[in-house]
């Protein structure tokens, strides 16, 4: 009987990789920009009758985050009708105004941002105890309210926040730090799964350059994918490869992929009943059966960067559109995830039948307030100050959408991790993969 790791770490050379990351700190003066901040801030609103008591304060990579007591004398709609004054007069650029339970929270931008690295919040990230076997929860960034370490839970509750939705959108303009978000989630993937429990599908139009360390990954399905009619192909064999699946669940009675897993690598079943229709001229169709060897099967991550590249062509959109749909409706008990990546977060690049189906939405600076409503269903977006800082809506959190940063990883930084994860997942006698599943699996007899 088969057994999985209980490790909850990263690949066995990650750790040594992320000692190396040192907080430098914040600048010096940053404590003391903060407390004047505040204090500014509170006799600004007070010279314009919004007399409040400050609750706390608190300094984010971004902003000081400055929690006014609620009273009758201020309210968001009041403070958000002073702010070109506030910017003006006072020098205090205001990023948000947010209402809360018994306060009212307001964030002023900061002259010199604190950038994250990403090693540097693996350092603090928690891991569930099946990695780096399996793990379906990556992180998203740093909320900006808590300084809490934000995840995207594709499959299980974890951290503290609930399952997210299975497929995730991120959206914003160009230097917004989209591409540097999905490197990290890719490297996330790769750091806490084995190749055979997780597989990577990349589309990207721009050749492939921000991901090419990806390259050295065994996760990686196939190489990176730089040309339509590729990606058109790709997308065709994804929908076959969830049919495929979803027949192999059905035979099994498995209600999702962990579950089929499970039986399969306790022995409850080794081969699966898979109903085939045959084709009869007669009005009746007649059923049979084939037998197939039930395997475990990885879960795919198909990450498509530049997607408004592809859709624009109406022939792309139409074909591929519908099928990039059908997963989004379908993927989820199969263990198939979409991670859509655009800078045009419009009706053509992602129709109404796909975003419907889509409950993480992750929007980073986009430069008009139309676009942040199209993203993330409100204002605020344009505000933000590019290079990961992100408006997130994930499913399952409540509150919204919630302010956060998300870490910098280096492409030499990158590479060297990737290097090392490599070298801890070589792809061994024992682990047979055949059409992406494994035959065997190393590591778990
Ligand atoms: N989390 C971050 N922290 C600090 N700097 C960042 C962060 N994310 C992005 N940047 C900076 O912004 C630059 C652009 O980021 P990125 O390439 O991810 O943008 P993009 O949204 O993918 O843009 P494009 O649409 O042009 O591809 C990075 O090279 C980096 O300098
Ligand atoms: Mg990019």
């Known amino acids: 009987m088969t057994k999985i790791a209980q490790t909850g770490t990263f690949h066995k050379s990650v750790p040594a990789l992320l000692a190396d990351y040192h907080d430098g700190g914040e600048m010096a003066n940053a404590d003391a920009w903060l407390t004047d901040t505040a204090e500014t801030l509170k006799e600004a609103l007070r010279s314009y009758h919004m007399k409040a008591d400050i609750k706390s304060i608190r ?6 985050l400055v929690l006014f007591k609620g009273n009758d004398n201020i309210s968001v709609d009041r403070i958000e009708k002073k702010r070109s004054y506030l910017y003006t007069t006072w020098g205090l650029d205001i990023l948000a105004v947010r209402p809360g339970k018994g306060y009212i929270a307001v964030m002023v931008k900061r002259d010199s941002r ?13 891991l569930a105890e099946t990695a780096p076997y399996y793990n379906t929860s990556f992180v998203v960034g740093e909320r900006e309210d808590s300084g809490e370490l934000l995840y995207l839970n594709l499959a299980h509750p974890f951290g503290g926040q609930p399952v997210s939705g299975p497929h995730t959108l991120i959206a914003g303009e160009s230097g917004g730090g989209k591409g540097v978000l999905a ?12 190749p055979e429990m997780a597989r990577i599908h990349l589309i990207d139009p721009k050749a492939g350059v921000d991901y090419q360390w990806l390259e050295s990954l065994p996760h990686l399905e196939g190489g990176i994918v730089t040309e339509m009619d590729e990606s058109s192909q790709r997308y065709v064999d994804l929908v076959a490869e969830m049919e495929r699946r979803y027949a192999l669940l059905g035979g099994a009675r498995a209600r999702d992929l962990d579950t089929f897993n499970e039986r399969v690598r306790s022995g409850e079943i080794d081969k699966v009943q898979v109903k085939v229709k045959v084709a009869t001229d007669g009005p009746v169709q007649e059923v049979s059966f084939q037998e197939h060897d039930a395997l475990v ?9 530049e997607l408004a590249d592809y859709m624009i062509d109406d022939d792309y959109r139409k074909d591929t559109g519908s099928l ?12 198939i995830h979409l991670i859509l990546v655009t800078q045009r977060p ?10 419907a189906n889509i409950a993480n939405k992750i929007c980073l600076r986009v430069s008009s307030k139309v676009n942040s409503n ?33 870490s910098y990883m ?7 991790m990737a290097e090392a994860i490599s070298e801890d997942c070589p792809v061994s006698d024992e682990a047979e993969v055949e059409d992406g599943n494994v035959v065997q699996m190393r590591g778990a007899a």
């Open 324 to 335: 990039i749909a059908r997963l989004a409706a379908k993927g989820r008990a199969c263990g």
């Open 114 to 126: 604190h950038v994250t690295e990403t090693g540097l919040l693996w350092q603090r990230r928690e």
């Open 346 to 355: 419009d009706k053509i690049t992602i129709p109404g039948k796909i975003k």
């Open 183 to 194: 490197a990290n989630l890719i490297m996330d993937i790769c750091a806490t799964n084995s």
């Open 297 to 305: 099967m990885p879960r795919l991550y198909v990450v498509h960067d």
């Open 59 to 64: 300094l984010t990579p971004n902003a000081a």
């Open 410 to 416: 280096d492409p030499w930084d990158a590479q060297l």
């Open 374 to 406: 199209l993203v993330i269903d409100e204002a605020g977006a344009e505000d933000l100050m590019g290079a990961g800082h992100m408006l997130a809506i994930i499913g399952g959190v409540p509150g919204g959408a919630q302010f956060a940063q998300s």
